[in-house]
């Protein structure tokens, strides 16, 4: 009985040392492509992105919640949680056409920067995003910097390596618009979608040369992914051209090279970006962090 319970008390030791994120990180940085289908990652012409891919963990077959739009897999990506429960159920929802199973002291369904404001009082976070649907979807009253790009993706890269370099936030949410305009203008597997996604790898490496002169690339993480793909020329579909997304993370602790092979849901970035932090996840989410990038 004796080494029964001594060996089941070393399997939970070992279990939780596996799981304690690492120690270095002080900064996290989310990159969200709006309409990047999953289908394009590997095929696309995007040597900055692709070299977060060689120098962390990533996947082509993470997966968006239904509808594949955008404000319901935004609201789903930043709160752990899928429609049901935080109830954001169109392209263009503002607020739930379903009652939130649960607010917080902000009026709104629990995001990251609720989370983090809640349970890091004093750490740093900044939001740039492009699409104005974003700002409807998290607590502007817990965020020390807010930037409305007003659909100029080059102006909010900019204006995020701008805050990286002098601000250096605790995390760094930058939303860009394309390559999801391009693919309702032209079509999705377009030679201008990939043209397209070749100057969201340029707005990428901005940010990654902004961590670089800031002198925080060895403890920054920065994590890449999409609310949603597309076909033709639209998205809200099931096809997997619609449903797969991108999931990129690279930074201290990450498995190099690795192709990812544990199942990705998009509210699982909520999930994963609290463990990182080492915060405490809402009862209400139900996205799980993940964890094989940082596997033996």
Same mark, same amino acid.
Request: proline share 5%; glycine share 10%.
């Given at each position: 009985m004796k080494k029964f319970l001594k060996s089941t008390i070393l399997l939970l030791c070992i279990a939780v040392c596996a799981q304690a994120q690492p120690k270095k990180i002080k900064h996290v940085i989310l990159i969200g492509c709006d309409g990047f289908g999953g289908y394009a990652l590997q095929e696309a012409n995007m040597p900055n992105l692709k070299a977060l891919m060689a120098n962390g963990s990533w996947t082509d077959k993470a997966r968006c919640v239904l509808p594949s739009s955008s404000a319901v897999n935004w609201a789903s990506l930043l709160m752990g949680a899928g429609p049901t429960e935080?109830?954001?159920?169109?392209?263009?929802?503002?607020?739930?056409?379903?009652?939130?199973?649960?607010?917080?002291?902000? %009026?709104?369904?629990?995001?990251?920067?609720?989370? *983090? &404001? =809640?349970?890091?009082? !004093?750490?740093?976070?900044?939001?740039?995003?492009?699409?104005?649907?974003?700002g409807y979807l998290f607590e502007k009253e817990a965020v020390n910097i807010v930037v409305n790009g007003k659909e100029k993706d080059d102006f909010c890269a900019d204006t995020a390596a701008?805050?990286?370099?002098?601000?250096?936030?605790?995390?760094?949410?930058?939303?860009?618009?394309?390559?999801?305009?391009?693919?309702?203008?032209?079509?999705?597997?377009?030679?201008?979608?990939?043209?397209?996604?070749?100057?969201?790898?340029?707005?990428?490496?901005?940010?990654?040369?902004?961590?670089?002169?800031?002198?925080?690339?060895?403890?920054?993480?920065?994590?890449?992914?999409?609310?949603?793909?597309?076909?033709?020329?639209?998205?809200?579909?099931?096809?997997?051209?619609?449903?797969?997304?991108?999931?990129?993370?690279? %930074?201290?602790?990450?498995?190099?090279?690795?192709? *990812? &092979? =544990?199942?990705?849901? !998009?509210?699982d970035t909520a999930a994963t970006l609290a463990w990182l932090m080492g915060l405490q996840q809402p009862q209400s989410w139900r996205g799980k962090p993940v964890l094989e990038p940082f596997g033996k």
């Open positions: 935080h109830g954001y159920t169109e392209w263009d929802s503002k607020v739930p056409e379903i009652p939130s199973v649960t607010k917080t002291s902000y %009026g709104i369904f629990p995001t990251i920067f609720s989370v *983090i &404001r =809640d349970q890091k009082k !004093t750490a740093k976070t900044a939001i740039v995003y492009s699409w104005n649907g974003i701008a805050i990286i370099k002098k601000e250096k936030p605790y995390f760094t949410f930058l939303h860009l618009d394309e390559p999801d305009n391009t693919g309702h203008a032209i079509g999705h597997r377009t030679p201008a979608y990939y043209k397209q996604l070749e100057l969201v790898d340029q707005r990428i490496g901005k940010i990654v040369k902004a961590v670089k002169d800031a002198g925080i690339a060895d403890e920054t993480i920065i994590l890449v992914t999409a609310d949603h793909g597309g076909t033709g020329k639209g998205h809200g579909g099931k096809s997997l051209d619609e449903v797969q997304i991108p999931w990129i993370i690279s %930074g201290p602790g990450v498995r190099k090279n690795h192709e *990812i &092979r =544990d199942v990705i849901i !998009t509210y």
